[in-house]
């Protein structure tokens, strides 16, 4: 666990201290997200956020890569290297979006493309625990993986609409999987405790975690498609890594649960991202419009609308990210009888804090902080 938290802080202190030095870098390229009708800032902002953070992600795997308890990961496999790969194509394609605003169908392309560079690697969902174990044939395979890696990249792109929403989700129900990759290894061998799930997340936590002090309400910079993208990628990674390595029933017994929690834990990770992204599709979709459209319906404006102020709009987002995620982690160590109770109260601590704007909101006398920015 030591040499987990020792990269992620890694990760988290190249990513700090490089981002000021990206924002000035945007700020000449032009790489700024002007104020449009459907935006909830007010002030031009810097993006390509998303560079500084994949700098962190990649001197953090050097690092790994030259500390003999993760050696072997980086010796015996191309998987990770093969997602640093993918993790530049889609910084680097998101960062041209920053600058120059691409058409969707070349921002898809790129993702795809990306996708395809993990399975070619080995990065790619073979099995599926359903039914016990599920081997996928190599087609399946293939278009399941380009399809949870797609997905997943748009999702978190998708809910990046308020100052420190994106990077704060994704480093909540980052540290739940974490937790879920590291304790399937530890049940797996005694004596190995090196997963490429669980230190692919670690960096995303430690990017993250590295960005939020730049990225806070009022933020001086934004991570951009350059950075929700490459957090999309490796969440999706992480998963494919976990999924149908280790046999989960190890960690409970043989309940239905502890089969399920393999695809349950991503999907509860990403709760907020997921629910965006298929109501922004089916909303688009129904309205005769691209999926891609952009508008003024994302879960964010909603809450903003029903009288949250911005902090609030993104604490209750973090509420929710950590009843689902964490909550699906508990019978794995408490009985069900005690998590249902928990998972009662949480829940409806949660939608008491979503639908009762006037009871967590700030003050009307408190004004938001002033606009610090150059």
């Given at each position: 666990?030591?040499?987990?938290?020792?990269i992620?802080?890694?990760?988290a202190a190249?990513t700090?201290?490089?981002?000021?030095?990206?924002r000035?870098?945007a700020?000449?390229?032009?790489?700024?997200?002007a104020?449009?009708?459907?935006?909830?800032?007010d002030?031009?902002?810097?993006?390509l956020?998303?560079?500084?953070?994949f700098?962190?992600?990649?001197?953090?795997?050097?690092v790994a890569?030259?500390?003999?308890f993760l050696?072997?990961?980086?010796?015996?496999s191309?998987?990770?290297?093969?997602?640093?790969?993918a993790?530049?194509?889609?910084?680097?394609l998101?960062?041209?979006?920053?600058?120059?605003?691409?058409?969707?169908?070349?921002?898809?392309?790129?993702?795809v493309?990306a996708?395809l560079?993990?399975a070619?690697?080995?990065?790619s969902?073979v099995?599926?625990?359903?039914g016990?174990?599920?081997?996928l044939?190599?087609?399946?395979?293939?278009?399941?993986?380009v399809?949870?890696v797609?997905?997943?990249?748009?999702a978190?792109?998708?809910?990046?609409?308020?100052?420190?929403?994106?990077?704060?989700?994704?480093?909540?129900?980052?540290t739940?999987?974490f937790?879920?990759?590291y304790?399937l290894?530890?049940?797996?061998?005694t004596?190995?405790?090196?997963?490429?799930?669980?230190?692919?997340?670690?960096v995303?936590?430690?990017?993250?975690?590295?960005?939020?002090?730049h990225?806070?309400?009022?933020?001086?910079?934004?991570m951009?498609?350059?950075?929700?993208?490459?957090?999309g990628?490796?969440?999706a990674?992480?998963?494919?890594?976990?999924?149908g390595?280790v046999?989960?029933?190890?960690?409970?017994?043989?309940?239905?649960?502890?089969?399920?929690l393999?695809?349950?834990?991503?999907?509860?990770v990403?709760?907020?991202?997921f629910?965006?992204?298929?109501?922004a599709?089916?909303?688009?979709?129904?309205?005769g419009?691209?999926?891609?459209?952009?508008?003024?319906?994302?879960?964010?404006?909603?809450?903003?609308?029903?009288?949250?102020?911005?902090?609030g709009?993104?604490?209750?987002?973090?509420?929710?990210?950590?009843?689902?995620?964490?909550?699906?982690l508990?019978?794995?160590?408490?009985?069900?009888?005690?998590?249902?109770?928990?998972w009662?109260?949480?829940l409806?601590?949660?939608?008491?804090?979503?639908?009762?704007?006037?009871?967590?909101r700030?003050?009307?006398h408190?004004?938001?902080?002033a606009?610090?920015?150059?």
């Amino acid at each position: 666990m030591r040499v987990y938290l020792f990269i992620l802080l890694v990760a988290a202190a190249v990513t700090y201290l490089l981002t000021p030095a990206v924002r000035l870098v945007a700020r000449r390229a032009g790489a700024m997200t002007a104020v449009r009708e459907r935006d909830v800032h007010d002030t031009v902002t810097p993006r390509l956020g998303g560079v500084a953070m994949f700098v962190g992600i990649v001197a953090a795997l050097l690092v790994a890569g030259n500390v003999p308890f993760l050696e072997g990961l980086f010796r015996d496999s191309r998987q990770p290297w093969a997602v640093l790969a993918a993790a530049g194509v889609v910084c680097l394609l998101g960062a041209a979006d920053d600058k120059w605003d691409l058409d969707w169908v070349t921002k898809l392309a790129g993702q795809v493309l990306a996708a395809l560079l993990l399975a070619w690697q080995g990065v790619s969902l073979v099995t599926l625990p359903i039914g016990g174990v599920t081997v996928l044939s190599g087609r399946s395979a293939l278009i399941l993986t380009v399809l949870v890696v797609v997905v997943a990249m748009n999702a978190v792109n998708f809910v990046d609409g308020l100052d420190g929403l994106a990077a704060g989700v994704m480093a909540i129900g980052g540290t739940a999987f974490f937790l879920y990759a590291y304790t399937l290894t530890r049940s797996a061998s005694t004596t190995d405790y090196s997963s490429l799930a669980a230190l692919l997340t670690a960096v995303m936590i430690g990017a993250c975690v590295g960005f939020l002090p730049h990225n806070l309400t009022r933020a001086r910079i934004f991570m951009g498609d350059s950075g929700s993208m490459l957090l999309g990628l490796l969440l999706a990674a992480s998963t494919i890594a976990v999924t149908g390595q280790v046999d989960p029933a190890r960690l409970s017994g043989a309940d239905m649960l502890g089969q399920f929690l393999p695809i349950l834990l991503p999907i509860g990770v990403m709760i907020v991202p997921f629910l965006d992204f298929g109501l922004a599709v089916i909303r688009r979709i129904g309205s005769g419009r691209s999926p891609f459209h952009a508008d003024k319906a994302h879960l964010h404006h909603r809450l903003l609308r029903l009288g949250h102020s911005k902090r609030g709009a993104v604490i209750i987002m973090y509420v929710w990210t950590v009843v689902i995620s964490v909550g699906l982690l508990l019978p794995l160590v408490l009985p069900m009888r005690t998590v249902l109770v928990l998972w009662t109260g949480s829940l409806l601590l949660a939608v008491l804090m979503t639908l009762d704007p006037l009871r967590w909101r700030r003050p009307h006398h408190q004004k938001e902080p002033a606009d610090d920015r150059l």
